[in-house]
């Protein structure tokens, strides 16, 4: 897994089609963990009933970075989630928005591995996906060093296309 390659949960559309996450009313948060997509501990797109906190199989909260300095237990809310349509491709994105964490050069989270994608609104705040951080996979970065942030792709957060 490269840098910056976000990955859905396979359990997400599960948590679509059954109502536990709305896409449209939901607020989305984006969070830090020391779990690694290409090491152990591991987070992988199978991961069973991901959520950020105990209400289902994979509580990825109890992997969160230590809060302090630029980062706030919990994470960073997606600011203006929007939906769009172009031709047959439907998009969520943040409306242009980043994350941005910015460094305090002092009580920063040093072992940032993943950045993870959750619904703050479902009940058991189901997890849409994740982003390595890392740039081979098991090495942490640190918001000491400089402020970690999040780039969308210009595309949209994520995309699904429609049958033709």
Do not use: C, H
């Given at each position: 897994?490269?840098q ?5 949960f ?6 679509k089609g059954?109502?536990?996450i ?15 997509a290409?090491?152990?501990p591991?987070i ?28 706030m ?15 047959a491709v439907v ?44 740039s ?5 970065i ?13 595309s949209?957060?994520?995309?699904e296309t429609?049958?033709?």
């Amino acid at each position: 897994m490269a840098q910056g390659t976000f990955t859905l949960f396979n359990e997400f559309g599960k948590s679509k089609g059954d109502g536990r996450i709305n896409m449209a009313t939901d607020t989305f948060k984006v969070a830090l963990v020391t779990l690694q997509a290409g090491g152990t501990p591991t987070i992988t797109a199978a991961d069973a009933v991901p959520t950020w906190g105990a209400g289902g199989t994979t509580n990825l909260a109890s992997s969160e970075v230590a809060a302090g300095g630029g980062y706030m237990a919990g994470g960073i809310s997606i600011a203006t989630p929007t939906w769009t349509l172009t031709g047959a491709v439907v998009t969520f994105d943040d409306d242009g928005s980043n994350i941005l964490w910015t460094s305090a050069a002092s009580g920063d989270p040093a072992t940032i591995k993943v950045a993870v994608v959750y619904s703050d609104t479902a009940s058991n705040k189901d997890a849409v996906g994740f982003i390595d951080m890392t740039s081979d996979g098991t090495t942490a970065i640190s918001l000491l060093a400089a402020d970690v942030g999040v780039n969308w792709n210009a595309s949209g957060v994520l995309a699904e296309t429609a049958n033709a």
